[in-house]
């Protein structure tokens, strides 16, 4: 049975890749910061054979990530596929968004996938062929607009972690691939007055990662743009 880090798995897409991953067989090791989130989603899937290993994570906090990456290093398991998705969306701009902003963005969607990925690399570079790591970034990773602020400041940067991964891990045959959606149902948009059904759905996103795992371990798909039909909200 193939292994996948997932961070970020109780919500939106997070919640979408790992019950594809599941449905096709990975044991999931994923986090997320509710408990009471963790324990209903592995209760529901630990019932039907499959195996998700819940651990009550806040990847914005340096221990705590430490924690979860020393917990899957002494698993012994051997991840082939790490999924960074926990992220946070606040909008704002920068002359006046609150401060602490820039700090939240870059700890929750950045620094995590950063320091996650460092740990594992070592077992991720011992995981065989077709090796593949993910990184939720964003059409606000590509596109500046007003309002994006410390949001689409810390997308850029992921993407930007991205392609260095990306070009670093070549000689190891690790993919690395930069997701980068535009607007896609999640709870991020309840409440918004947008129609789910006019944007991405999160089992599109998972979908798309599918696909790209499934190509021969000689493809590598760099960055993915996938928008709603109807253009950018
Ligand atoms: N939805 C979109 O339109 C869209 C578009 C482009 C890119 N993205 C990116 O896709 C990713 C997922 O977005 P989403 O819309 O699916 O989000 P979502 O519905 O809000 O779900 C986020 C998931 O991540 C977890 N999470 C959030 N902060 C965390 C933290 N500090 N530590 C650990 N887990 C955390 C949440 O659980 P807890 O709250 O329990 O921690 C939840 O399981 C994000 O990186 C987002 O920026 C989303």
């Known amino acids: 049975m193939k292994t996948a880090v997932v961070t970020g798995i109780t919500q939106g897409i997070g919640l979408a890749i790992t019950e594809k991953l599941l449905r096709e067989g990975f044991y999931v090791i994923g986090c997320a910061r ?10 529901y899937w630990n ?3 499959t195996v998700l290993e819940p651990h009550v994570v806040d990847v914005s906090d340096r221990d705590q990530l430490t924690t979860f990456s020393n917990a899957i290093l002494a698993s012994g398991r051997t991840p082939h ?4 998705n926990a992220g946070v969306f606040q909008p704002g701009a ?10 939240t963005m870059l700890t929750t969607n950045l620094y995590s996938a950063y320091y996650l990925t460092r740990a594992l690399l070592p077992v991720l570079k ?20 007003p309002g994006g602020g410390s949001y689409s400041i810390s997308k850029y940067a992921l993407l930007g972690f991205s392609d260095n991964l990306r070009e670093e891990l070549k000689p190891t045959g690790i993919r690395v691939t930069a997701l980068c959606p535009g607007a896609t149902w999640s709870r991020s948009w309840s409440g918004s007055g ?19 795992y499934t ?9 993915i743009v996938i928008r709603p039909q109807s253009g950018d909200l």
């Open 194 to 212: 947008v129609d789910s059904n006019t944007i991405i759905q999160a089992s599109d996103i998972a979908d798309i990662l599918w696909s790209a």
């Open 81 to 84: 596929l790490l999924v960074n």
């Open 47 to 49: 019932r039907s054979g």
């Open 126 to 145: 011992t995981s065989g062929t077709g090796a593949h790591i993910f990184n939720l970034c964003s059409v606000a990773s590509l596109q500046a607009y």
């Open 215 to 223: 190509l021969s371990p000689a493809a590598c798909p760099e960055r």
């Open 34 to 43: 509710s408990k009471t989130d963790l324990t209903a989603l592995s209760r």
């Open 94 to 103: 920068i002359a006046d968004e609150p401060d602490g902003q820039l700090e």
